[in-house]
């Protein structure tokens, strides 16, 4: 092991060359995919796919690690920001950098061995969590949110990991068709939400922590699944209650034949095992 | 590549453990889909599994399994009326990586092509798993001679990335 991973050399003899051989892609790199971004770069994860189509502005700056004031007058790529982080760290990395929305190059996604989403609204998830499974791939996802609560505030978010196989974020009764319907009637409407860097980095490094335990765990407590639920106010972070009354419940919503894979696949001249 | 989640890796281990009347080991079917990669050759999603059936096994010394006639049916026509890759796996009970013998090599490539009689579009090939790990070959469509398999990613916790075992 190399001396830059010696602190971590606890995670296994064989974890510099585990993230060094892993493809994880990032959705969202704003508060929470730049915070998930820099951790994996620490890491040592060797291939990046990267998702974001904005550019970063001033309001950004509160919060998107590795954004500076110049990046904001020539509008950078959050991207182009991430890459820098990565590169910064550990210029050997692979990066597929993609300024778009993820739907746009969805394909991409389908060699990924873990993918996590940092993005705003239930569909979006949803759609993320539906690609995940279709390819099986494990699905960690970070949120946070800030409410009105009578003259005050209350900051929360939620990290859950959705692996193939295991309960879905429906299941979980995170993801419900009123939320969705909600969120679909309000479409437009929302205006720019609070978001505030610190929250974001605790969630960020609780999901790094999960992806961790998955690739390279360091006890032998597995869990296969994650709901957190974070409480901003009282900075304390739970299982959520949820998970205690879905003991020995099985996922249903991806058991089709009809689910996995590509509907439409054909074979193509060129192969490769 | 070739993935395949554990809980199914692990039905399929515990399946082909179990002893049998006269067959000295046990075979089944990996059902699978499939889906391009950007960056080169495909990815195989193991979905189900399809054991042998007892009654499915021909009493022969000379291998350690030989599928009957009624076995192959079974595969072939679930094949026919669904979209689907199959993967014939067995087990060699020991850790590490395990490798298809020369009778292994030798059955596979005389019925998996068949496969392609009643599903042209889609690859199929065989896997053989051991107590700890995983190796195949696949026959991608239009094209003969197999290819072994250079990833196997077993989805889980924890994950387990083959990358290149050859």
Request: proline share 5%; hydrophobic share 40%.
């Amino acid at each position: 092991m190399s001396e830059r991973y010696a602190r971590q050399s606890f995670l296994g003899s064989r974890s510099e060359e585990i993230f060094k051989s892993c493809r994880v892609t990032v959705i969202g790199l704003g508060g929470g995919g730049s915070h998930i971004v820099q951790q994996l770069a620490h890491i040592g994860i060797g291939n990046f796919l990267i998702f974001d189509a904005d550019h970063v502005e001033d309001s950004n700056l509160n919060r998107l690690v590795g954004a500076t004031h110049e990046d904001v007058a020539s509008k950078t790529a959050k991207t182009a920001v991430a890459t820098r982080l990565i590169n910064g760290v550990n210029p050997n990395t692979s990066i597929v950098a993609v300024p778009k929305k993820w739907q746009e190059s969805a394909d991409l996604l389908r060699g990924s061995d873990v993918i996590f989403g940092c993005v705003d609204s239930f569909s979006e998830r949803q759609q993320i969590e539906v690609a995940a499974r279709r390819y099986l791939i494990p699905y960690i996802d970070i949120g946070m949110d800030v409410h009105p609560l009578e003259h005050q505030f209350a900051i929360s978010g939620q990290v859950i990991l959705s692996l193939p196989g295991e309960l879905c974020m429906t299941c979980m009764g995170f993801l419900r068709e009123d939320l969705l319907a909600r969120e679909a009637a309000n479409y437009g409407a929302a205006g720019s939400r609070p978001q505030v860097i610190w929250p974001n980095g605790v969630l960020a490094s609780l999901a790094v922590g999960i992806f961790v335990q998955l690739m390279t765990p360091w006890h032998k407590n597995h869990r296969r699944v994650w709901y957190l639920e974070y409480d901003g106010n009282s900075q304390t972070v739970t299982t959520s209650n949820r998970l205690a009354h879905l003991s020995g419940v099985v996922c249903n919503h991806f058991s089709s034949l009809e689910d996995v894979g590509d509907p439409f696949w054909v074979p193509t001249k060129v192969v490769a095992g | 590549m070739f993935k395949v989640v554990d809980r199914l890796l692990e039905r399929v281990r515990l399946d082909l453990a179990r002893p049998h009347e006269f067959a000295a080991e046990r075979v089944g079917f990996l059902v699978c889909r499939a889906a391009s990669l950007e960056r080169e050759g495909i990815v195989v999603l193991a979905h189900d599994y399809s054991p042998v059936e007892d009654e499915d096994y021909v009493d022969d010394p000379t291998v350690g399994a030989m599928m009957g006639p009624a076995a192959i049916r079974k595969a072939l026509e679930f094949v026919l009326n669904n979209k689907a890759g199959m993967f014939h796996v067995h087990m060699h009970d020991h850790h590490g990586r395990p490798r298809f013998s020369r009778i292994d090599a030798r059955e596979s490539a005389k019925f998996v092509p068949d496969f392609w009689n009643v599903r042209p579009g889609m690859p199929h090939g065989a896997l053989v798993v051991s107590t700890d790990s995983v190796w195949g070959m696949c026959w991608y469509p239009g094209i003969s001679a197999p290819v072994e398999i250079s990833e196997f990613v077993v989805v889980g916790s924890p994950m387990v990335l083959v990358r290149n075992p050859s």
